[in-house]
C-alpha cells in the first residue's frame, strides 16, 4: 500500500486526476455459437491455452462442481500457432489469441510470434488475423512477440501489446490498437519504446484509460484513449508490484477491473526467458481507488 | 569428486559506481563459513539436538519468558517441529508481545478476559513459515494458533545482529565502501528499530537488508538469515533507499550473471590450457579458442539442449534449453556463477574443472531441474566435456538426452570409427550409436580424430569408468562439415530436436545428408542418453531433500555422460 501510494508521489508523470467511478469496458464477451453446436455444456465450460499436455488452445468441460476437467475439445487448427497465451472472446463470440512459446521455441518460431489469430464465432477455425510490425526482429535473447490482449467494447477494438525484438539494453516493443472488421484487423494506433505485459481497458470519469503492465519493472502505467480509439500522450504511472506479494518482482500478466474501484492484477514471474515452473507462480493483486490513487488492498 | 577439488575464486563485476552489482569472494566462501557463523551454527544444532528444539527469546519479564514456555511446548505446534519423517525442523521465537485488543477476535475474546495474555510470534526457518500464537499465561493453554507459510516475522535483535555481522564482515562490501564498516554504519537513520526485509523468493529464505549510506548514495545489501550468508548488493541513490528497495535475491542473482557472464567473456589460463568461457542464451556454458601450449584444439564446445522423455508411448516430455536467466531461450537458468576447480586424482592435482550448474527454482520438488556442465582439463592434455542432470524432474521413469556440439580446431580433419577390421575412417557425414554392440579399441577409444599429422585425440566414451558415478554413455555421435558459410550452430541455437525421440533424431540429424567429409573442418554432435533410477541405493539422476541444522538441504546423485579426449601419439 505504501509503496503505491509513494511511486504515485514521487514519480510525476501527469497531473491528471482520477474521480469517481471505474467502469470496466472489456467484459461483454459473448458465448461463441459453435460451441452449442458441439452440444457442450457452456456453463461448466472455459477456453485454456495453458494446459501443460495439450498445445494450443483448448475448450475445457469441467464436472457438477466446477473443480476438476471432465473433458475436452480442441479443433484441429487451434494447435496452428503453437503454444497460446493471451485470450479474448469478443461480444460476437469470436476468440482471439497470440503466440507465446513456453519452456522452448520447437511449436512457436520466433519469427511468428508477432500475431493474433481469431478462432470463427460459427465455424470454429482458427485462422490468421493480423501479423503486426516490430520495430525491430526477433533476436536470439528474445523469442517473445505479443503478450497481452484487451477489448474495448464500446468501439470494437483490440488493444495488444508486444515486445517483440527487444533486448535487455533497447525497449522496442509497442502497443497497438485495432479495429476488429470481421476476422481482420486493422491498425489504428500504435504505442511505441514500450514492453508491456498486460492490458485492461477502463472508463474512468468517462475517459477511456488503457492500463498497462510494465515487463521489465512490474509498474502499472495509463494512457488515455480517444473517441477514435488512438493513444494521447502522456502516459501516467498508477501504482506498482515491486516489492508486493510472496516474490516482491512479479510482472502484471493481466489487467481487469471489477465493480466502481477495484483493479485486479494477476502478476507473474517474467525474466523474458522460458522458464515454465510447475506450479504456475502467479497472485492476484487487488488495487482499490481511494482519494484518486490505486492504493494495494490485498494479495491471493 | 567435488569434495577432491579446491576453489579458486573468481572476481568479477566489482561495483564501483551506481546501480552495480557486485559479487566475488562472498559467493564462493559460503561453504567456508567465518568463525562467527560456525559458533551460531554450533548454538542452531544444541537447540536441535535437545528435548525442546524451539529456540527461545528467553524474554527477561517472567510471565513472557513463561509465554514462550507454554507455545514451546504445547502440542498445537508440535507439527511444526517435527517432519512428516521426524526430522526437526528449525524454529525460533521471534517476539514476545502484551496481547492487544485486536489481537482478540471475537471467539477467543472470553478467553483471554484480563490482561494475561500474551501474542507470541515464531519462525520455522525449514518451511519458511510464520506462526503467530496467543496465550493465556494464567490457564497456561495456547488459545489461538495461526500459520501462514512464506511470511516471516519482524527478526529479534540478535538476527539482525547477526545480519549486520555478516554484512560488516564482507570482503564484498569492504570492496564496495573502499572501508570495512562498522555495525553501527549498518543501518539507515529512518530504519534505526528494524532491518528493512528483502526478497529472497528464489531461496524462499528469511533475508534483511543492512544498508550502509555513503554521501548520497546507499549500499544496499540482500543476506539470507537462514543459511548465513551475503547473497548480494547495490547501490542506489539516497533518495530512492529510503522507500524498500526495487530489487530482490532473484533480480541480483540474475542481472549479476548477465552482466559478468552472458555478457562479457572469461578468460582462464592454468597449467598449459587457455580458453575462453561465457553463458550463452540456451547453450549453456560455452567454451572457446581452446588451446593446449601451442596448439589450437577447439574452436569452441557447448551444450546445445537437453531432452527429457516421461514415456515410451505418448511423447510426454520436455525439451529444454540451458542458458542465461535474463533475456534468453533458457527453460533452465543459471543462478550461481561458473566454477573453476582443481582436478585431482587420489591426492595428486591432475588439472583443473570448469562447471557451471543450471537450476529450475523449486528444485529438488518434482518437475523441477538441475543440470551440470563440467570441463576437465588435464595438465597431460587430456579433456572431457560433460554433463549431468542431477534429477528431479516429473517421475521415476525420465530418459535424459544432452545433446552437445564440439567444433575442432584446424581444417585439415579426419575422424575414424574403431571396427572389427581396425580403424575405419569417415567419409561422409554420418551417425553411430554407441550400444553393446559397439567394438572399442585396446585403449577403450570409438573414434578418434585426427586435427593434422601431428595432432590426433582418442575418443573415449563413458562406461561407467570415469570414477563420477557415470554408468555408461549410450550416445549417437553425429560427424558433420563445418560450413563457413552457413551456420549449422556456431551461433546459439534454439531448441533442435523435441523431448522423445527414442532414435537418432535429437537433432543433429537435420546437419546430416552425406555431404563428403573431405578432410576439412567438422563438428561433432554427442547425444548421451541417460535413465533416471529413484529407488533407494541406485538412485541415479535424482535428487531428494532432507533435513540437516533444522533447513532443507540436498541429496544429489548426479548422471554424468560426456566423452573423454586423448591426444595420441
Given at each position: 500500500?505504501?509503496?503505491?501510494?509513494?511511486?504515485?508521489?514521487?514519480?510525476?508523470?501527469?497531473t491528471?486526476?482520477?474521480?469517481?467511478?471505474?467502469i470496466?469496458?472489456?467484459d461483454?464477451?459473448?458465448?461463441?455459437?459453435?460451441?452449442?453446436?458441439?452440444?457442450?455444456?457452456?456453463?461448466?465450460?472455459a477456453?485454456?491455452?495453458?494446459?501443460?499436455?495439450l498445445?494450443g488452445?483448448?475448450?475445457?468441460?469441467?464436472?457438477?462442481?466446477?473443480t476438476?476437467?471432465?473433458?475436452y475439445?480442441?479443433?484441429?487448427?487451434?494447435?496452428?500457432?503453437?503454444?497460446l497465451?493471451?485470450?479474448?472472446?469478443?461480444?460476437?463470440?469470436?476468440v482471439?489469441?497470440?503466440p507465446?512459446?513456453?519452456?522452448?521455441?520447437?511449436h512457436?518460431?520466433?519469427?511468428?510470434?508477432?500475431?493474433?489469430?481469431?478462432?470463427?464465432?460459427?465455424?470454429?477455425?482458427?485462422?490468421?488475423?493480423?501479423?503486426?510490425?516490430g520495430?525491430?526482429?526477433?533476436?536470439?535473447?528474445?523469442?517473445?512477440?505479443?503478450?497481452?490482449l484487451?477489448?474495448?467494447?464500446e468501439?470494437?477494438?483490440?488493444?495488444?501489446?508486444?515486445?517483440?525484438?527487444?533486448?535487455?539494453?533497447?525497449?522496442?516493443?509497442?502497443?497497438?490498437s485495432?479495429e476488429?472488421k470481421?476476422?481482420?484487423?486493422?491498425i489504428?494506433?500504435t504505442?511505441?519504446?514500450i514492453?508491456?505485459?498486460?492490458?485492461g481497458?477502463?472508463?474512468?470519469?468517462?475517459?477511456k484509460?488503457?492500463?498497462y503492465g510494465?515487463?521489465?519493472?512490474?509498474?502499472?502505467?495509463?494512457?488515455?484513449?480517444?473517441?477514435?480509439?488512438?493513444?494521447?500522450?502522456p502516459?501516467?504511472?498508477?501504482?506498482?508490484?515491486?516489492?508486493?506479494?510472496?516474490?516482491?518482482?512479479?510482472?502484471?500478466?493481466?489487467?481487469?477491473?471489477?465493480?466502481?474501484?477495484?483493479?485486479?492484477?494477476?502478476?507473474?514471474?517474467?525474466?523474458?526467458?522460458?522458464i515454465?515452473?510447475?506450479?504456475?507462480?502467479?497472485?492476484?493483486?487487488?488495487f482499490?481507488?481511494?482519494?484518486n490513487k490505486?492504493?494495494?488492498?490485498n494479495v491471493? | 569428486?567435488k569434495d577432491?577439488?579446491?576453489?579458486?575464486?573468481?572476481f568479477?563485476?566489482?561495483?564501483v559506481?551506481?546501480?552495480?552489482?557486485?559479487?566475488?569472494?562472498?559467493?564462493?566462501?559460503?561453504?567456508?563459513?567465518?568463525?562467527?557463523?560456525?559458533?551460531e551454527?554450533?548454538?542452531?544444532?544444541?537447540?536441535l539436538?535437545s528435548?525442546?528444539?524451539?529456540?527461545?527469546?528467553?524474554?527477561?519479564?517472567?510471565?513472557?519468558?513463561?509465554?514462550e514456555?507454554?507455545?514451546?511446548?504445547?502440542?498445537?505446534?508440535?507439527?511444526f517441529?517435527?517432519?512428516l519423517?521426524?526430522?526437526?525442523?528449525?524454529?525460533?521465537?521471534?517476539?514476545?508481545?502484551?496481547?492487544?485488543?485486536?489481537?482478540?477476535?471475537?471467539d477467543?475474546?472470553?478467553?483471554?478476559?484480563d490482561?494475561?495474555?500474551?501474542?507470541?510470534?515464531?519462525?520455522?526457518?525449514?518451511?519458511?513459515?510464520?506462526?503467530t500464537?496467543?496465550?493465556?499465561?494464567?490457564?497456561?493453554?495456547?488459545?489461538?494458533?495461526?500459520?501462514i507459510?512464506?511470511?516471516?516475522?519482524?527478526?529479534p535483535?540478535y538476527?539482525k545482529d547477526?545480519?549486520?555481522?555478516?554484512?560488516v564482515?564482507s570482503?564484498?562490501?569492504?570492496?564496495?565502501?573502499?572501508?570495512?564498516?562498522n555495525?553501527?554504519?549498518a543501518?539507515?537513520?529512518?530504519t534505526?528499530?528494524?532491518?528493512?526485509k528483502?526478497?529472497?523468493?528464489?531461496?524462499?529464505?528469511?533475508?534483511?537488508?543492512p544498508?550502509?549510506?555513503?554521501?548520497?548514495?546507499?549500499?544496499?545489501?540482500?543476506?539470507?538469515?537462514?543459511?548465513m550468508?551475503?547473497?548480494?548488493i547495490?547501490?542506489?541513490?539516497?533518495?530512492e533507499?529510503?522507500?524498500?528497495?526495487?530489487?530482490?535475491e532473484r533480480?541480483?542473482?540474475?542481472?549479476?550473471i548477465?552482466?559478468?557472464?552472458?555478457?562479457?567473456?572469461?578468460?582462464?589460463?592454468?597449467?598449459?590450457?587457455?580458453l575462453?568461457?561465457?553463458?550463452?542464451s540456451?547453450?549453456?556454458?560455452?567454451?572457446s579458442?581452446?588451446e593446449?601450449?601451442?596448439?589450437?584444439?577447439?574452436?569452441?564446445?557447448?551444450?546445445?539442449?537437453?531432452?527429457v522423455?516421461?514415456?515410451?508411448?505418448?511423447?510426454?516430455?520436455?525439451?529444454?534449453?540451458?542458458g542465461?536467466?535474463?533475456?534468453?531461450?533458457?527453460?533452465v537458468v543459471?543462478?550461481?556463477?561458473?566454477?573453476?576447480?582443481?582436478?585431482?586424482e587420489?591426492?595428486?592435482?591432475v588439472?583443473?574443472?570448469?562447471?557451471?550448474?543450471?537450476?529450475?527454482?523449486?528444485?529438488?520438488?518434482?518437475?523441477?531441474?538441475?543440470?551440470?556442465?563440467?570441463?576437465?582439463?588435464?595438465?597431460?592434455?587430456?579433456?572431457?566435456?560433460?554433463?549431468?542432470?542431477?534429477?528431479?524432474?516429473?517421475?521415476?521413469?525420465?530418459?535424459?538426452?544432452?545433446?552437445?556440439?564440439?567444433a575442432?580446431?584446424?581444417?585439415m580433419?579426419?575422424?575414424h570409427?574403431?571396427?572389427?577390421?581396425?580403424?575405419?575412417?569417415?567419409?561422409?557425414?554420418?551417425?553411430?550409436?554407441?550400444n553393446e554392440?559397439?567394438?572399442?579399441?585396446p585403449?577403450?577409444f570409438?573414434?578418434?580424430?585426427?586435427?593434422?599429422?601431428?595432432?590426433?585425440?582418442?575418443?573415449?566414451?563413458?562406461?561407467?569408468q570415469?570414477n563420477?558415478?557415470?554408468?555408461g554413455d549410450?550416445a549417437?555421435?553425429y560427424v558433420?562439415v563445418?560450413?563457413?558459410?552457413?551456420?549449422?550452430?556456431?551461433?546459439d541455437?534454439?531448441?533442435?530436436?523435441?523431448?522423445?525421440?527414442?532414435?537418432?533424431?535429437?537433432?543433429?540429424?537435420?546437419?546430416?545428408?552425406?555431404?563428403?567429409?573431405r578432410?576439412?573442418k567438422?563438428v561433432?554432435?554427442?547425444?548421451?542418453?541417460?535413465?533416471n533410477?529413484?529407488?533407494?541405493g541406485?538412485?541415479?539422476?535424482?535428487?531428494?531433500?532432507?533435513?540437516?541444522?533444522?533447513?532443507?538441504?540436498?541429496l544429489?546423485?548426479?548422471?554424468?555422460?560426456?566423452p573423454m579426449?586423448?591426444?595420441?601419439p
Open positions: 500500500m505504501i509503496r503505491c501510494i509513494l511511486l504515485f508521489e514521487i514519480l510525476i508523470f501527469s491528471n486526476t482520477i474521480n469517481g467511478q471505474v470496466s469496458i472489456s461483454c464477451k459473448k458465448q461463441s455459437p459453435f460451441l452449442s453446436v458441439n452440444n457442450l455444456d457452456v456453463s461448466k465450460g477456453f485454456s491455452t495453458s494446459e501443460r499436455r498445445l488452445l483448448v475448450y475445457l468441460q469441467y464436472d457438477e462442481k466446477q476438476a476437467i471432465v473433458g475439445i480442441q479443433h484441429p487448427t487451434w494447435k496452428m500457432a503453437g503454444s497465451g493471451p485470450i479474448v472472446v469478443d461480444d460476437k463470440g469470436a482471439w489469441v497470440a507465446i512459446p513456453t519452456i522452448n521455441v520447437l512457436n518460431n520466433p519469427q511468428k510470434q508477432n500475431r493474433i489469430y481469431v478462432v470463427d464465432e460459427i465455424t470454429g477455425v482458427m485462422s490468421l488475423a493480423a501479423e503486426l510490425p520495430s525491430a526482429l526477433p533476436n536470439e535473447n528474445n523469442p517473445f512477440g505479443v503478450m497481452g484487451s477489448y474495448d467494447c468501439n470494437r477494438v483490440l488493444f495488444a501489446s508486444s515486445i517483440r525484438g527487444s533486448s535487455r539494453s533497447e525497449v522496442r516493443g509497442r502497443i497497438f485495432l476488429l470481421d476476422s481482420s484487423l486493422t489504428l494506433d504505442l511505441s519504446g514492453d508491456a505485459m498486460g492490458l481497458v477502463v472508463k474512468m470519469d468517462g475517459i484509460r488503457l492500463f510494465d515487463a521489465r519493472s512490474g509498474n502499472i502505467y495509463s494512457v488515455q484513449v480517444d473517441v477514435q480509439s488512438k493513444f494521447i500522450l502516459a501516467r504511472l498508477e501504482c506498482s508490484l515491486q516489492n508486493l506479494g510472496l516474490r516482491g518482482d512479479d510482472i502484471p500478466r493481466k489487467i481487469r477491473f471489477q465493480g466502481p474501484d477495484k483493479m485486479i492484477v494477476h502478476g507473474v514471474e517474467f525474466y523474458f526467458n522460458l515454465g515452473p510447475q506450479e504456475k507462480q502467479e497472485s492476484l493483486y487487488t482499490k481507488l481511494k482519494e490505486w492504493v494495494f488492498d491471493n | 569428486m577432491n577439488l579446491f576453489r579458486t575464486l573468481i568479477c563485476c566489482i561495483s559506481f551506481s546501480m552495480q552489482l557486485a559479487f566475488g569472494q562472498d559467493i564462493l566462501m559460503t561453504k567456508e563459513q567465518p568463525g562467527f557463523v560456525q559458533s551454527l554450533a548454538i542452531i544444532k544444541d537447540r539436538n528435548s525442546q528444539p524451539v529456540r527461545l527469546l528467553k524474554p527477561t519479564a517472567p510471565s513472557m519468558a513463561l509465554a514456555q507454554i507455545v514451546a511446548n504445547s502440542n498445537q505446534l508440535a507439527p517441529i517435527k517432519d519423517n521426524g526430522s526437526i525442523m528449525r524454529v525460533e521465537v521471534f517476539g514476545v508481545f502484551k496481547a492487544l485488543p485486536s489481537d482478540k477476535s471475537a477467543i475474546a472470553s478467553k483471554c478476559p490482561g494475561s495474555c500474551y501474542k507470541v510470534e515464531l519462525y520455522n526457518f525449514s518451511i519458511n513459515t510464520a506462526i500464537t496467543l496465550v493465556n499465561t494464567q490457564t497456561k493453554e495456547v488459545v489461538k494458533m495461526i500459520s507459510k512464506n511470511t516471516q516475522p519482524d527478526i535483535s538476527l547477526l545480519a549486520i555481522k555478516i554484512a564482515e570482503k564484498t562490501i569492504e570492496k564496495a565502501l573502499g572501508y570495512k564498516p555495525s553501527t554504519q543501518q539507515m537513520a529512518g534505526k528499530t528494524s532491518l528493512n528483502s526478497r529472497c523468493e528464489r531461496s524462499l529464505h528469511l533475508c534483511v537488508a544498508t550502509f549510506v555513503q554521501g548520497d548514495k546507499a549500499l544496499w545489501s540482500i543476506v539470507d538469515l537462514t543459511e550468508k551475503l547473497v548480494g547495490r547501490w542506489t541513490k539516497v533518495g533507499s529510503e522507500a524498500r528497495p526495487g530489487f530482490t533480480k541480483l542473482q540474475n542481472e549479476y548477465t552482466n559478468c557472464f552472458c555478457e562479457k567473456e572469461s578468460k582462464v589460463e592454468k597449467n598449459q590450457w587457455k575462453n568461457y561465457q553463458l550463452t540456451s547453450d549453456g556454458l560455452k567454451i579458442k581452446v593446449f601450449g601451442d596448439k589450437k584444439i577447439l574452436d569452441q564446445a557447448k551444450l546445445v539442449d537437453w531432452h522423455s516421461y514415456s515410451n508411448t505418448d511423447g510426454f516430455g520436455y525439451s529444454d534449453a540451458v542465461c536467466p535474463f533475456f534468453s531461450t533458457a527453460a543459471a543462478i550461481d556463477p561458473p566454477e573453476v576447480l582443481e582436478l585431482k587420489g591426492n595428486e592435482i588439472g583443473f574443472v570448469l562447471q557451471q550448474s543450471f537450476f529450475s527454482e523449486g528444485w529438488p520438488a518434482a518437475c523441477n531441474y538441475n543440470y551440470v556442465q563440467r570441463y576437465e582439463f588435464y595438465n597431460d592434455g587430456r579433456f572431457r566435456i560433460s554433463a549431468a542432470s542431477v534429477g528431479r524432474g516429473c517421475g521415476n521413469n525420465g530418459t535424459y538426452r544432452p545433446v552437445f556440439r564440439i575442432f580446431a584446424s581444417e580433419q579426419q575422424f570409427e574403431y571396427t572389427q577390421s581396425g580403424w575405419n575412417k569417415w567419409d561422409s557425414e554420418k551417425w553411430q550409436l554407441q554392440a559397439t567394438i572399442y579399441s585403449e577403450k570409438q573414434y578418434k580424430i585426427s586435427l593434422n599429422t601431428k595432432l590426433r585425440f582418442g575418443v573415449e566414451p563413458g562406461q561407467g570415469f563420477d558415478g557415470g554408468r549410450n549417437y555421435m558433420t563445418a560450413h563457413r558459410e552457413i551456420d549449422e550452430g556456431d551461433t541455437l534454439m531448441t533442435i530436436g523435441p523431448c522423445c525421440n527414442q532414435d537418432y533424431q535429437q537433432g543433429p540429424e537435420k546437419f546430416v545428408n552425406s555431404e563428403p567429409l578432410d576439412g567438422l561433432l554432435w554427442y547425444s548421451a542418453m541417460m535413465k533410477d529413484d529407488r533407494p541406485k538412485e541415479y539422476c535424482w535428487a531428494k531433500g532432507f533435513l540437516e541444522d533444522g533447513v532443507f538441504k540436498t544429489s546423485f548426479p548422471c554424468f555422460v560426456g579426449f586423448i591426444p595420441l
